[in-house]
């Protein structure tokens, strides 16, 4: 039986309460400054679009390599091994292996997802990587714990593929545990604050900054055809004046702006704020991005530094670890590894460095090699002795001047 409050369409409806950020999404609903965020136009944002090229491509120009462990607790790099070249290389026939990580970096950041096809020969070794459009995957749970991918294809169809098959990277866990969260719907009313700001700023530009306002008379305009002599003087003003969106009114005399300026509203500083919020959300700092108001020469070195430690290191280690579980067998595992080489990234200028080089090979745990290896240089005939202090050694074996051992 239809109720009198849907019938007189007073019907009340519950509001949906959820702490998922697609929730919203799927409903219609909007939420904060401007709800959904599209994550193209987020990631068009010049602050946003340089965070995103700083850290896809670093991540992606960073050696990562295949190593082996060695008997005596050291590394050798797996040269040999298929997916030293994937991971090198080429990922793919037709995809070198920096523009493949780039590709897989930037959805991770953007969208909170990154997928790649895996490509297996016969003795079970990765061979190829093939980048997947996230907006084209989807990924199930099944009943034993198991995940399974279903991936739309360019001529309409689906391809179902096994866990084993996919390389899943994933900023930040969900609450189910399966897919990863996008920064960028994280992060929405920071990114919709930065897009109406940008929207705002673009509307004045179109005017040329030409304020609004109302051009009042001290008195009513005489005649019957008031309105047509209205309009005759309206577009005699807005052509001949430097003003646009212009009313006329009678009674009165005076100019009545509409619009406040942008140094009344703080609008520039407001921008700066928000661009540093962006910088925020993916640790970024400032001076890296381009916002240089605040920047000197030991700041800048010490925040590039920063970049690596605080924004780098941890990425390349959800990076490591995924790749490590998903190109990589059990049996693997325990002899193979996959890391980056963050030592590059990490090295002063060229005086910082051969300071440190000349420490390490004075007190015994570098060797020539070892330095020139670091710097790209080639291996010399016994480049592999290390030195040991004159005035160290170990306690029990110190002689007195006598050439007896001490206590004797």
């Not at 925040?303 to 390349?316: D, F, G, K, N, Q």
């Amino acid at each position: 039986m239809i109720s009198l409050s849907r019938i007189f369409r007073r019907e009340s409806r519950a509001s949906i309460k959820s702490d998922d950020p697609y929730i919203a999404e799927w409903f219609g609903l909007r939420g904060g400054v401007g709800g959904y965020v599209d994550p193209g136009r987020a990631s068009g944002i010049a602050v946003a679009h340089a965070c995103i090229a700083i850290v896809s491509q670093n991540l992606a120009a960073m050696p990562l390599n295949l190593y082996r462990r060695a008997d005596n607790g050291g590394r050798e790099r797996a040269t040999e091994h298929p997916l030293y070249a994937v991971l090198h290389d080429m990922a793919n026939g037709s995809m070198t292996a920096f523009e493949a990580r780039e590709y897989l970096n930037a959805s991770l950041m953007i969208h909170g997802n990154a997928f790649a096809r895996i490509e297996w020969n016969g003795r079970g070794q990765a061979v190829a990587l093939y980048p997947l459009d996230t907006a084209n995957v989807a990924v199930e749970r099944l009943p034993s714990g198991r995940l399974r991918y279903r991936v739309s294809t360019n001529g309409g169809g689906t391809q179902v593929l096994l866990q084993e098959e996919i390389l899943h990277l994933r900023y930040r866990l969900a609450r189910d545990g399966v897919m990863g969260l996008s920064p960028v719907q994280l992060a929405r009313d920071t990114f919709n604050l930065a897009l109406t700001q940008q929207e705002t700023a673009g509307k004045q530009a179109g005017r040329s900054f030409r304020p609004e306002g109302a051009l009042v008379f001290p008195s009513a305009i005489p005649g019957d055809k008031k309105d047509a002599a209205l309009d005759k003087l309206r577009q005699k003003i807005e052509s001949n004046s430097a003003v646009s969106g212009v009313m006329v009114l009678d009674g009165g005399a005076d100019w009545k702006s509409f619009s406040f300026s942008s140094k009344d509203a703080e609008f520039l500083d407001s921008r700066k704020l928000t661009n540093l919020d962006i910088c925020r959300i993916w640790g970024v700092p400032p001076t890296v991005a381009g916002i240089t108001d605040n920047a000197t020469y030991s700041n800048s070195d010490q925040e590039s530094r920063a970049l690596v430690v605080r924004c780098l290191a941890p990425m390349a280690k959800r990076l490591e670890q995924a790749m490590n579980a998903a190109l990589l067998t059990a049996s693997s595992r325990q002899s193979l590894f996959i890391e980056h080489d963050l030592a590059g990234l990490l090295r002063g200028d060229m005086k910082a460095r051969y300071e440190s080089y000349r420490i390490g090979r004075e007190w015994g745990w570098l060797s020539p090699n070892e330095i020139r290896g670091w710097e790209n240089m080639p291996e010399i005939k016994d480049g592999d002795e290390y030195l040991s202090p004159l005035n160290m050694t170990v306690v029990g074996d110190r002689q007195t001047p006598d050439n007896q051992p001490e206590g004797v």
